[in-house]
């Protein structure tokens, strides 16, 4: 008991206070390019933008971030290639998170024509009412025509092929690792 009686209330306020800006001075905050997403699971901090020394300027044509389409040159033949595009060695083209699911998918390379690349997250639930998500990025001619309203479809980048074999790659999604949210979602 003489130790409590020595502490003074004023003296556990302040130290109580320096914890508080000590926490606040650790914890990571959104800036120009960059956004954090708190979940239970855990936090996730996006870059969307590029600091100095590589990556697309803002204003900039070109995307380079999570699931970046390409044309690459392998061997003696040309594909299509998704990858993360600010890391060029990394097995991940980027991360999709369903409800408070994190799901990484894997660089995924085709053979060129024309056609959509797209990311696509399917729902299903087995005889006993449990659900599991199937979740990977397509290289199809045109998107898929189901409307089934647990299924859903990002279009990342379109490709064209002219009759001469010049591609042209259009990126559409430039916004990072993708977030899904629906009714569905668990």
């Known amino acids: 008991m003489d130790l409590l009686s020595t502490i003074h209330p004023l003296e556990i306020k302040r130290k109580i206070n320096e914890l508080i800006r000590e926490v606040n001075r650790l914890t990571p905050v959104a800036g120009s390019g960059i956004s954090i997403a708190r979940y239970p699971s855990g936090t996730v901090v996006s870059a969307t933008g590029s600091g100095s020394g590589s990556g697309a300027s ?5 995307y380079d971030g999570p699931f970046t389409v390409e044309l690459i040159q392998e061997e003696e033949k040309q594909l299509i290639r998704c990858r993360d595009g600010q890391n060029e060695n990394s097995a991940c ?60 479809v990002l279009r990342i980048a379109e490709v064209s092929c ?20 629906g009714r569905w979602v668990r």
């Open 58 to 62: 803002p204003g900039s044509d070109e």
């Open 162 to 181: 002219d009759e001469n074999g010049i591609c042209t790659i259009s990126q559409i999604w430039e916004n990072g690792d993708i977030e899904v949210s």
């Open 93 to 152: 083209a980027g991360y999709i998170r369903v409800g408070t699911l994190l799901r990484s998918v894997e660089v995924r390379s085709w053979e060129v024509k024309s056609g959509t690349v797209y990311a696509e997250v399917l729902y299903e639930e087995n005889e006993s009412g449990e659900g599991s998500y199937t979740i990977d990025i397509y290289f199809e001619e045109s998107l898929p025509e189901d409307s089934d309203p647990k299924r859903w």
